[in-house]
């Protein structure tokens, strides 16, 4: 409820700057009617956020919150569109993107009570061990297909997209010169990190990093003796690394966006699964090595 009276207070305030300056109603809005947009949108989005603020978990105070919610959304993707024909409204865009995501968030906890983030783990993404039979060779093979097939993705199709975006949206901005060298020499070492991990994990925990073949065995050896998810960051500093290439600020963000996905919705659920399948041992290695800063030999407390 405190979030959607934020977001109504938020975009009344939008709202009264759109039609008090013209900057920042090109900025968000480019070249559409104001008049016309606010005949929409502040009914369904400033009053549905306020009603849903005000009348809290009750049937009128749940549709408002679900009118609002999609209401973000809906505008979201619509603005998407017309910035990337347009070359307009970037920064609409990205605030209505947040303003999107955030109105799901509380919608899920207003209807709910909580964020469902187990639900990235349901059908093929569920967490299940590997079959133990099968040779060291398999779960090689099968985790560096994984690696092809998620960088290919992660990497080599999204931070292009996000790039071309970026320029669509007029949202640029110039980076220094280094960041192109610096982003290639951290991609280096980042994939460098990636490969051992899943050489690691795959050799010796007789399994491999996939949720639907995970290893039967606790791997701490290799880069596991000092982090605790070696690949996850190696994948984020990746993910930076291609943005410096690529000279982009948004694919930046977007691995910045990852590590909060993958370290608030992610790594529980992950840690729960290792924690019930592994019991004391995993407790004393989660205890002993940090998950994002590498251990320092002496040390015993994680933070």
Excluded: K
């Amino acid at each position: 409820m405190a979030y959607f009276a934020v977001q109504a207070v938020t975009g009344c305030l939008w709202w009264i700057s759109v039609f008090l300056s013209p900057p920042v109603r090109r900025a968000t809005l480019g070249d559409l009617d104001p008049l016309l947009v606010a005949a929409f949108d502040i009914p369904l989005f400033v009053m549905a956020s306020a009603a849903a603020a005000a009348f809290g978990r009750t049937s009128f105070g749940n549709i408002a919150a679900v009118v609002s919610a999609g209401w973000t959304v809906a505008v979201a993707v619509a603005l998407a569109t017309y910035a990337t024909v347009t070359t307009q409204a970037g920064l609409g865009v990205l605030a209505m993107g947040a303003a999107a995501a955030g109105s799901v968030a509380a919608l899920c906890v207003l209807l709910l009570g909580r964020i469902p983030t187990e639900w990235i783990i349901r059908g093929p993404f569920a967490f299940r061990p590997a079959r133990s039979r099968r040779s060291p060779e398999f779960h090689m093979a099968a985790t560096f297909g994984q690696l092809i097939v998620f960088w290919g993705f992660f990497l080599g199709l999204v931070p292009p997209c996000l790039a071309f975006l970026e320029q669509r949206w007029g949202l640029a901005l110039e980076l220094p010169p280094v960041a192109v060298p610096a982003g290639i020499a951290i991609l280096v070492l980042a994939s460098a990190l990636g490969i051992w991990s899943a050489a690691v994990m795959s050799t010796l925990g007789d399994g491999t990093p996939l949720p639907s073949a995970m290893p039967n065995r606790l791997v701490i050896a290799g880069p596991y003796r000092w982090i605790r998810n070696p690949m996850a960051v190696a994948g984020i500093t990746q993910g930076a690394a291609v943005g410096l290439i690529l000279q982009s600020w948004l694919v930046v963000g977007y691995a910045v966006l990852g590590s909060l996905v993958w370290n608030y919705a992610v790594r529980p659920l992950e840690e729960a699964d290792l924690s019930e399948r592994f019991g004391d041992d995993f407790q004393q290695y989660r205890r002993t090595v940090r998950c994002w800063v590498p251990r320092v030999p002496g040390t015993r407390r994680t933070a």
